[in-house]
């Protein structure tokens, strides 16, 4: 992942990124965090996923820390 492809993402999709790769589910995210519904969560991961150039929700911890190491 590039710092390019993380500039694609909103702050919404970024938070929402950074809980799902904290471990935590749809529910818990919009319940307890960004107050959505898990549906709307799950939308965000679904525009998220291809920005990262990611297939599945284990990847997002990984891509995100290489991130964080590059800058």
Do not use: C
């Not at 935590?24 to 107050?35: M, Q």
């Not at 969560?41 to 990262?52: A, D, E, G, N």
């Amino acid at each position: 992942m590039t710092p390019a492809q993380l500039a694609e993402l909103t702050w919404r999709e970024r938070r929402i990124a950074d809980l799902a790769a904290g471990g935590l589910t749809n529910k818990e995210i919009g319940r307890r965090r960004v107050h959505l519904s898990p549906r709307t969560v799950s939308s965000h991961l679904y525009r998220v996923f291809p920005k990262l150039g990611i297939t599945f929700r284990a990847a997002l911890r990984d891509v995100l820390a290489k991130l964080e190491e590059e800058t």
